[in-house]
């Protein structure tokens, strides 16, 4: 499967404050999804993007499917302790049903 | 609304031994995938089952072998076990509707080998 470039590769904020990643693949995606994983537990879906340049919200999360449709981004507004965790980005291409998953950003944040 | 579930959580064998690990999907899918997760790496795609038939199949050896019941549950099997075959095996659901389909994930089996 293809890697995707995920970063950055970890995070130390303070609470209230507002976290940004991205992700980016060198080729063309048709899906792009967000995932959040506890330690020990499987990735739960953060938020889904279908079509490019689509920009989707969940709460205080927001992610936008690149225009290029080889990148995306996923914000967090005024973090909380519960937002800490390692979070995915994953993409499906043209060629298949497999998704391709970035390394992770894994995030930590301080009360 | 019953989520994706997996059996056993944890498992430890021996190098050599097989092993066999199941999947229900999330009530309404009729797909399953399954994905091997090292420790901090993120999941990669073993194989997908749709129609009770190997749909797509990802870089890893016949050793990993799988099946899909009517009943759209999965099991995930491997056999000669490697040391490094030790790491969080997942399972995924979704609905088959084309290319980009959203898959959930279950909690996932932590396998040992030793």
């Known amino acids: 499967g293809q890697q995707l470039n995920q970063s950055p590769q970890s995070m130390f904020i303070q609470e209230g404050e507002d976290v940004s990643m991205n992700c980016t693949s060198s080729?063309?995606?048709?899906?792009w999804l967000w995932y959040k994983q506890d330690p020990g537990e499987g990735p739960v879906l953060l938020i889904a993007?279908?079509?490019?340049?689509e920009l989707t919200s969940n709460g205080r999360l927001t992610a936008q499917f690149g225009i290029t449709r080889k990148d995306s981004f996923l914000n967090i507004s005024a973090s909380i302790p519960s937002d800490v965790g390692i979070y995915f980005c994953?993409?499906?291409?043209?060629?298949?049903?497999?998704?391709?998953f970035g390394k992770g950003t894994s995030l930590l944040v301080t009360p | 609304d019953a989520g994706v579930t997996q059996s056993p959580t944890h498992l430890i064998k021996t190098r050599g031994q097989q092993v066999t690990l199941r999947c229900s999907p999330k009530?309404?899918?009729?797909?399953v995938s399954w994905y091997q997760q090292a420790l901090g790496q993120g999941p990669q795609f073993i194989f997908q089952?749709?129609?009770?038939?190997?749909?797509q199949r990802g870089n890893f050896p016949d050793r990993f072998s799988g099946h899909q019941f009517p009943n759209y549950s999965s099991e995930l099997n491997v056999n000669a076990l490697l040391l490094g075959d030790s790491a969080l095996y997942l399972c995924?659901?979704?609905?088959?509707?084309?290319?980009?389909?959203?898959?959930?994930f279950g909690p996932g089996t932590r396998l040992l080998v030793l």
């Open positions: 009530s309404g899918h009729d797909t």
């Open positions: 993007l279908y079509k490019a340049g």
């Open positions: 995924a659901s979704s609905l088959a509707t084309g290319t980009g389909e959203t898959q959930y």
């Open positions: 994953a993409g499906t291409s043209s060629s298949g049903y497999a998704l391709n």
């Open positions: 080729s063309i995606f048709n899906t």
């Open positions: 089952y749709y129609e009770e038939e190997e749909r």
